[in-house]
């Protein structure tokens, strides 16, 4: 395909989440692009690449040579800068360790460039206050992965609400539970200090946010240490997190989101995820390992291939034409961004381009500007935890309070200590 045009892509990050997913994006939409009658046919090149030690860097670059085109490295200190100042890019994505997040994105967005950040997308109000500051005063997108949303059981339940299929959530429950080589391995030289929910629960957070709205009312949340951290220190092994939500009808829903990276890699599935959710006219329930296949392969299951496989979310196939393929809805939501600024861009008369971005950022499921909620509730688990290790649990965040947006009750005290100001 001879494009008619092409993104400039930085990428900030090169952990796992980009060998599982940003690397077959980038490897695709270089050779194959994607069209629309919008803007026609456009692909996208890996530019540049910023990371800690350069080391997986790198290697990726040897790997890619001949395929990808030149990609320049940077490494610390100053790597996303540097990147912004040495190679001309059209957007960055942000897929760091999530305490990390803020800051990539603050220069990428000071710098003009759209940006695709990981969730969460931070891990305060104050600080999605100032991204989404930038961002419109930029005149750029950004926008946050939430992969979940496009998971197919998960549109599918989205088009029940809507639909009015399925009537007022009552209640809800999600759990996802991680085997032990993410928090020993894989994570283990960002977790010290960490918590499963925040890196996993934040999706079930916007699920919920997103498929049946509402207003967050209370934040609570408890969990366990031990295990990838001291009994008595601030790594926590699981998380138990709960939400109450009021709806326009003035009745409450709560919902619980479970969460550990902790469960003895022999487990059977990659992850273990389910989800209940209880209606005025139904109940709605998910299993990830449920609705797939096992497998099993003499001296290759569960440790190097699991005996549950999510092919929905990320899978590498030959297709019966013999085309070897990696494709999934982790995938297929990077390809959407881009088609996003693709349309910005590229859509239609420049003059016409601020309509577009408005078009753009009115897509609440990836917006940074449709992340309060979300935000909120990380924000508050994140320092109910923090007081938890610190000898004060049984903390509850109230939303929209009278004292403020985020106000903390603590056992014993008298008034409330206000973690965020402003409106949620």
Not at 351 to 361: G, S, V
Not at 365 to 389: F, G, K, P, W
Request: with cysteine; charged share 25%.
């Amino acid at each position: 395909m001879s494009p008619t045009h092409e993104l400039r892509a930085g990428m900030v990050g090169m952990g796992m989440i980009f060998d599982e997913t940003y690397r077959p994006f980038f490897e695709q939409a270089h050779s194959h692009g994607f069209y629309s009658p919008e803007y026609g046919a456009c692909r996208v090149r890996l530019a540049a690449v910023a990371s800690r030690t350069g080391t997986r860097a790198e290697r990726y670059i040897e790997q890619a040579a001949g395929r990808l085109g030149p990609i320049a490295s940077y490494t610390e200190p100053d790597a996303v800068g540097r990147l912004l100042e040495g190679t001309e890019v059209d957007f960055v994505c942000v897929a760091t360790p999530d305490d990390r997040h803020f800051e990539a994105a603050r220069q990428v967005l000071s710098a003009g460039k759209h940006l695709l950040v990981e969730k969460p997308s931070v891990l305060s109000l104050e600080q999605l206050d100032k991204l989404d500051r930038l961002a419109r005063e930029n005149k750029v997108l950004a926008k946050v992965v939430y992969h979940k949303l496009l998971d197919p059981d998960h549109k599918k339940l989205r088009t029940l609400v809507a639909d009015g299929l399925l009537s007022h959530v009552n209640n809800g429950y999600c759990t996802l539970l991680e085997p032990k080589m993410i928090s020993g391995s894989q994570f283990a030289q960002w977790i010290r200090g960490r918590n499963p929910g925040t890196y996993v629960a934040v999706h079930y957070i916007k699920l919920i946010d997103f498929t049946f709205g509402g207003r967050l009312e209370t934040v609570t949340c408890t969990g366990q240490r031990g295990l990838v951290g001291p009994a008595d220190g601030d790594t926590w092994d699981s998380t138990q997190l709960r939400l109450t939500y009021r709806y326009d009808d003035g009745r409450d829903a709560t919902f619980d989101i479970h969460t550990s990276w902790v469960t003895p890699d022999n487990f059977p599935g990659y992850v273990e995820q389910e989800v209940q959710f209880r209606f005025d006219n139904g109940v709605w329930n998910g299993h990830s390992r449920k609705r797939g296949v096992e497998c099993t392969i003499e001296g290759k299951t569960p440790y190097e291939i699991k005996i549950s496989m999510n092919n929905h979310y990320n899978g590498t196939f030959i297709e019966p034409w013999g085309e070897r393929s990696q494709r999934g809805y982790g995938i297929e939501v990077l390809e959407r961004f881009a088609r996003e600024v693709a349309t910005v861009e590229f859509g239609g008369p420049r003059e016409e381009r601020a309509a577009r971005l408005d078009r753009a950022r009115r897509l609440t499921y990836n917006d940074i500007s449709a992340d309060r909620q979300t935000v909120a509730a990380v924000q508050a688990m994140e320092t109910i935890l923090a007081r938890h290790a610190a000898g004060q649990p049984n903390g509850v965040v109230q939303v929209n309070h009278e004292a403020g947006g985020l106000a903390l009750w603590l056992p014993g005290a008298s008034e409330p200590e206000v973690l965020y100001a402003g409106r949620v």
